[in-house]
């Protein structure tokens, strides 16, 4: 069974960058797109963006395509999500899931199958 961990939040200033791990541990992770979503205090979870399990498309919500970047790498059973040009308003807990369809619906997995336990950034001066 495929499981999820989340690391590199943190704390940053406005303007400044981060880059998030999700790393999966058993499991064919090279059958499985992947989504990064993030929840804020008091808000509903919200999608980022999706990954094909090969890694060749990588769809955003309009929002958040021009800051935030999805990369994976199968070997590595590493996916990434770098975020540049922070702001306060993108304080949350960012959390990956895998979906063990290999393609996208859109900007998020097709089903919201395997969830990792979150990392939390904090965009703060």
């Known amino acids: 069974q495929l499981q999820l961990v989340e690391s590199g939040g943190g704390v940053v200033l406005p303007g400044g960058s981060l880059t998030l791990s999700c790393v999966a541990r058993?499991?064919?992770?090279?059958?499985?797109?992947i989504g990064w979503f993030r929840q804020a205090q008091g808000k509903q979870r919200e999608g980022i963006g999706c990954?094909?399990?090969?890694?060749?498309?990588?769809t955003y919500a309009d929002f958040m395509k021009d800051r935030f970047t999805i990369s994976r790498d199968n070997a590595a059973r590493t996916i990434y999500l770098h975020l540049s040009d922070l702001r306060p308003t993108d304080t949350a807990v960012y959390y990956c899931?895998?979906?063990?369809?290999?393609?996208?619906?859109?900007?998020?997995?097709?089903?919201?199958?395997?969830w990792g336990q979150g990392t939390r950034v904090t965009v703060s001066s």
């Open positions: 899931d895998a979906d063990p369809q290999p393609t996208c619906s859109g900007y998020v997995p097709h089903y919201l199958t395997i």
């Open positions: 058993g499991g064919p992770l090279g059958t499985y797109a």
């Open positions: 990954v094909t399990s090969d890694g060749t498309v990588t």
